[in-house]
């Protein structure tokens, strides 16, 4: 009855029911009663000490209870963390349960609000970095950065500070401040903190990657786009015809084509990667039997030819995938196989 009237939405109902029920003392369903009406005190009322009472003599009264080890833990979490400031520990379990229910901006100016309401609210901390990773999801890292900082300001040489700092040195590392963040996370890699350390030498490793994959790119883009250019200024100081098409824009076309269109089918994001290379690929192979049918280079000239047109296509494969996000799944299936 008292749960149908809490799925009703009649939490005081409920409660009243729970209250009124005659249950024999110590016996299983007594036991329930008084659990149910700490969750429900918990859950809708958000009264953390009250519900803290009731967990406590739920735990008291049935010690080898189907719910003591839950309603023991529970208990233990709003005394240490609503204690100072119950008022807090309510709004903040509420906007959290609202935010996992239906995301919305708007919760970000309560948490907020909650931060600079409570300055003794224990998980004050967690709260700004709970709003930091909302804004930065958001692409905005000033505000989340702002967070971070009154996390760096208010807790100094905490374990918390220490992660706020490595987050913000994260953050450094999206926005391609590679100097910066490694050299935060190289202050951390001998930390006395364990999860700091951690935390600091994984993001040290990932750091090294991302700058490299970066500087990869940027010089792929350079070599991809200076070989085209070189092309193409060949071809109109010889004034070579694009027509007939060249053997091997007629061979690849068709080819790359059915490849794009195929791996649509499996997965959009890779599908946007095999048509930038099908794409690129197909005006390569264009450019480059257009010019080597009016020059034929020969000797050192054919195999620097040789090499800059293969390191132009591997450029292309490769900013193709770093620009749509695969080059972390390249690798692993590089690593473990197309199976896995």
């Given at each position: 009855?008292?749960?149908?009237?809490?799925?009703?939405?009649?939490?005081?109902?409920?409660?009243?029911?729970?209250?009124s029920?005659?249950?024999?003392?110590?016996?299983?369903?007594?036991?329930?009663?008084?659990?149910?009406?700490?969750?429900?005190t918990?859950?809708?009322?958000?009264?953390?000490?009250?519900?803290?009472?009731?967990?406590?003599?739920?735990?008291?009264a049935?010690?080898?209870?189907?719910?003591?080890?839950?309603?023991?833990?529970?208990?233990?979490?709003?005394?240490?963390?609503?204690?100072?400031?119950p008022?807090?520990?309510?709004e903040?379990?509420?906007?959290?349960?609202e935010?996992a229910?239906?995301?919305?901006?708007?919760?970000?100016?309560?948490?907020?609000?909650?931060?600079?309401?409570?300055?003794?609210?224990?998980?004050?901390?967690?709260?700004?970095?709970?709003?930091?990773?909302?804004?930065?999801?958001?692409q905005?890292?000033?505000g989340?950065?702002?967070?971070?900082?009154?996390?760096?300001?208010d807790?100094?040489g905490?374990?918390?500070?220490?992660?706020?700092?490595i987050s913000?040195?994260?953050?450094?590392?999206?926005?391609?401040?590679f100097?910066?963040?490694?050299?935060?996370?190289?202050r951390?890699?001998d930390?006395?903190?364990?999860?700091?350390?951690?935390?600091?030498?994984?993001?040290?490793r990932?750091?090294?990657?991302l700058?490299?994959?970066?500087?990869?790119?940027?010089?792929?883009?350079v070599?991809?786009?200076g070989?085209?250019a070189?092309?193409t200024?060949?071809?109109?100081?010889?004034?070579?015809p694009?027509?007939?098409?060249?053997?091997?824009?007629?061979?690849?076309?068709?080819i790359?084509?059915?490849?794009?269109?195929?791996?649509?089918?499996?997965?959009?994001?890779?599908?946007?990667?095999?048509?930038?290379?099908?794409?690129?690929?197909v005006?390569?192979?264009?450019?480059?039997?257009?010019?080597?049918r009016?020059?034929a280079?020969?000797?050192?000239?054919?195999?620097?030819?040789?090499?800059?047109?293969?390191?132009?296509?591997?450029?292309?494969?490769?900013?193709?995938?770093?620009?749509?996000?695969?080059?972390?799944?390249?690798?692993?299936?590089?690593?473990q196989?197309?199976?896995?």
């Amino acid at each position: 009855m008292a749960l149908a009237l809490e799925r009703q939405g009649k939490v005081p109902d409920a409660l009243a029911a729970l209250a009124s029920a005659h249950e024999p003392p110590g016996s299983a369903s007594s036991g329930r009663v008084l659990y149910e009406r700490a969750r429900i005190t918990d859950e809708h009322l958000r009264d953390p000490l009250s519900a803290a009472k009731l967990y406590g003599d739920y735990v008291a009264a049935f010690p080898q209870g189907p719910y003591a080890r839950l309603s023991a833990d529970r208990q233990q979490y709003l005394v240490r963390n609503g204690t100072p400031a119950p008022q807090a520990l309510a709004e903040y379990e509420a906007i959290l349960g609202e935010f996992a229910r239906h995301p919305s901006a708007q919760l970000v100016p309560r948490m907020s609000q909650v931060i600079d309401r409570y300055p003794a609210f224990p998980l004050r901390p967690r709260a700004c970095f709970w709003l930091a990773n909302i804004l930065r999801q958001r692409q905005d890292f000033d505000g989340a950065a702002h967070w971070l900082g009154v996390v760096l300001h208010d807790y100094p040489g905490t374990g918390d500070a220490h992660r706020a700092d490595i987050s913000l040195a994260q953050d450094a590392v999206s926005q391609h401040q590679f100097a910066a963040a490694m050299s935060t996370f190289e202050r951390y890699v001998d930390s006395d903190d364990p999860l700091a350390r951690e935390l600091a030498r994984a993001q040290l490793r990932v750091a090294r990657n991302l700058r490299l994959w970066f500087w990869l790119f940027r010089g792929g883009l350079v070599l991809l786009g200076g070989w085209l250019a070189a092309l193409t200024l060949g071809i109109l100081r010889r004034h070579a015809p694009f027509w007939p098409l060249p053997f091997e824009a007629r061979l690849f076309g068709p080819i790359a084509v059915v490849m794009a269109l195929l791996t649509f089918v499996e997965s959009r994001r890779v599908g946007v990667a095999v048509s930038i290379i099908a794409g690129g690929g197909v005006l390569l192979a264009t450019l480059q039997g257009v010019y080597l049918r009016a020059s034929a280079p020969r000797g050192l000239r054919r195999l620097v030819h040789v090499l800059v047109s293969a390191g132009a296509a591997a450029s292309l494969a490769f900013c193709a995938i770093d620009a749509c996000g695969l080059t972390d799944l390249v690798i692993t299936t590089i690593e473990q196989g197309a199976d896995r």
